[in-house]
């Protein structure tokens, strides 16, 4: 191959190169990581307000659970002779109407009330983790569209260059001044090439679909061409602090209050319910109308079978669900203490890979394109450093986006994770 050919091929690789050194996509029309989280936050959600209809419809069933019992009206015809059917010929003849008033045991209503209450609180607090599940799914979802489209860009521009490279070795095939293998190489990776873009192009619309599922047709907007900067998370022990107001721990703390509030509905049932009678009885013929009132009272002698066995299930639900949020506690700490040691793995791998893989790499590669124009090189030497030179980008890349996406895991085990 002559010193021309080589320096043209040169070129050729130098302007493939520059090409994916452009922005990822106009800013003005981009979608940022944080506005996704936020439109996802803010949309109307039929899952979210699902929630919230739960809720409402405790609290209304709360201020019904609490009311009294409707009282019943009694009405009748007493000691009604059926031989003459006059009202007048027995003195205890009456026509009687009776109101009747139930009042249950202790507190009953008022627990009652205070249980539907609860039962709300957990709807609600169930409401808040899905939100916080959403906004950690579309932060994900975001950032591996933006992987999917940064790699795109890399791998295309490094496709370009070996398009450049391919032709021109077929030129010089034609010319008697290089050889089959050459071409065949560059063939090989061009294929290969074409087959991540399209694997990319695949996880990418598979991203945009997640993304659509909270944010609609913004989901269709490309992302912007850069990662958000991501300030440091607080102490560790402050993140841990955190954890105790997570959601998830909410949740299982409002059933812990609910399961208090039926331990004394199953102590208020050791206590008689009672109701209260008045009636009126009116006779014909002149003589004395009676009225009537009396009390009547349900008497707990079997405890031991009923009250007893509902205060001790009672008892048990409460411990259960103590045990449960000190068990997801645990599990939380746990997902925060691998996010931390993840947080802190990437971190030293991308200064790494920052200082000196990536620098390393394109020191090599320009070193060979260098030495290729002079003839001291060969070619397959030219696609093992340009190859080092997109694995090294598309890794750096990798360990960006996943330390991002522990960013996002730490946001959504402790929320504001900001110093």
């Known amino acids: ?70 009282p019943t009206v009694r009405t009748g015809l007493a000691n009604f002779p059926v031989d003459t059917l006059r009202d007048v010929q027995e003195p205890m003849t009456q026509y009687q109407v009776a109101l009747r008033q139930e009042f249950l045991p202790g507190d009953t209503l008022a627990l009652r009330g205070r249980e539907r209450h609860a039962e709300a609180a957990i709807e609600r607090q169930k409401k808040e983790l899905l939100l916080r599940r959403i906004v950690f799914d ?64 695949q996880h990418g619309k598979n991203a945009a679909a997640e993304l659509a599922r909270y944010i609609g047709a913004h989901a269709n907007r490309p992302p912007v061409g850069e990662l958000p900067l991501l300030n440091e998370p607080r102490a560790p022990a402050a993140l841990k602090e955190a954890l105790s107001a997570h959601p998830a721990i909410d949740v299982e703390r409002a059933a812990e209050e609910r399961e208090e509030v039926r331990i004394g509905l199953a102590k208020e049932a050791y206590k008689p319910s009672w109701s209260v009678d008045a009636g009126y009885g009116y006779r014909a013929g002149g003589r004395a109308d009676f009225a009537s009132v009396g009390l009547t009272f349900s008497v707990p002698l079997f405890a031991q079978g009923r009250q007893d066995r509902r205060l001790s299930a009672a008892m048990k639900e409460r411990q259960a669900a103590r045990l449960t949020r000190q068990s997801l506690l645990k599990d939380l700490e746990r997902e925060l203490d691998i996010a931390l040691a993840d947080w802190h793995e990437l971190g030293r791998r991308l200064r790494l890979y920052e200082q000196a893989v990536t620098r390393r790499a394109h020191d090599a590669a320009q070193a060979s394109l260098g030495s290729y124009a002079d003839g001291r090189a060969d070619f397959p030497e030219i696609i093992r450093d340009r190859l080092a030179v997109l694995d090294a980008e598309l890794t750096y890349l990798d360990l960006q986006v996943d330390r991002a996406k522990t960013w996002a895991k730490l946001s959504y085990l402790a929320g504001d994770t900001h110093e």
């Not at 043209?8 to 981009?30: D, F, K, R, S």
């Not at 932060?139 to 070996?162: F, G, P, T, V």
């Not at 010089?172 to 290089?178: K, V």
């Open 1 to 70: 191959m002559t010193p021309f050919s080589r320096i043209a091929q040169t070129a050729l690789v130098c302007a493939g190169i520059l090409a994916w050194t452009y922005p990822l996509h106009a800013e003005e029309t981009a979608l940022g990581f944080e506005e996704a989280a936020h439109l996802a936050a803010t949309a109307q959600d039929p899952a979210l307000e699902h929630f919230d209809a739960r809720a409402e419809s405790l609290e209304e069933r709360a201020i019904a659970d609490s009311a009294l019992p409707d």
């Open 138 to 201: 579309v932060r994900r979802a975001w950032l591996d569209l933006y992987h999917a489209e940064k790699s795109r860009r890399i791998i295309k521009a490094n496709l370009s260059a070996l398009q450049n490279l391919a032709s021109a070795q077929t030129g010089a095939f034609a010319s008697g001044a290089s050889s089959s293998q050459n071409i065949f190489r560059a063939d090989l990776e061009i294929a290969l090439m074409k087959d991540r873009l399209s694997a990319l192009a």
